[in-house]
């Protein structure tokens, strides 16, 4: 089994930033990433990296958020600026490795409200 143990969640202005952070119990990932799901919507992708430094966004954040990996530490960053009150959800990081297995962490909160 895999733990990803998240932080860097909490309540900021709008305008404000946020970073997270989500470290591996393993190490070799193939890829890691953060999604978000807010109150009665669906888990949806926000950014993912792959070991070798590929990334994807989702639409609404580009040019606003930053994922970034640290591939000795088994870690992934995603640098949030520019927040908005519809980024409020709940952060999931995600991990996958060899095999078909993917790996979620516990969920952190984020808030964007004056």
């Known amino acids: 089994q895999v733990q990803l143990v998240e932080s860097g969640g909490g309540l900021v202005q709008p305008g404000g930033s946020l970073r997270l952070s989500c470290a591996a119990s393993?190490?070799?990932?193939?890829?890691m990433g953060w999604y978000r799901q807010a109150p009665g919507k669906l888990r949806d992708l926000v950014a993912t990296?792959?070991?070798?430094?590929?990334?994807v966004y989702a639409d609404s954040v580009k040019g606003r958020f930053t994922i970034s990996r640290d591939v000795a530490k088994n870690t992934v960053y995603l640098q949030m600026n520019s927040l908005k009150p519809e980024d409020t959800a709940v952060y999931y990081c995600n991990a996958r490795f060899a095999g078909p297995d993917s790996f979620w962490g516990q969920g952190t909160q984020v808030t964007v409200s004056s």
């Open positions: 393993r190490s070799f990932f193939s890829s």
């Open positions: 990296i792959t070991r070798g430094g590929s990334t």
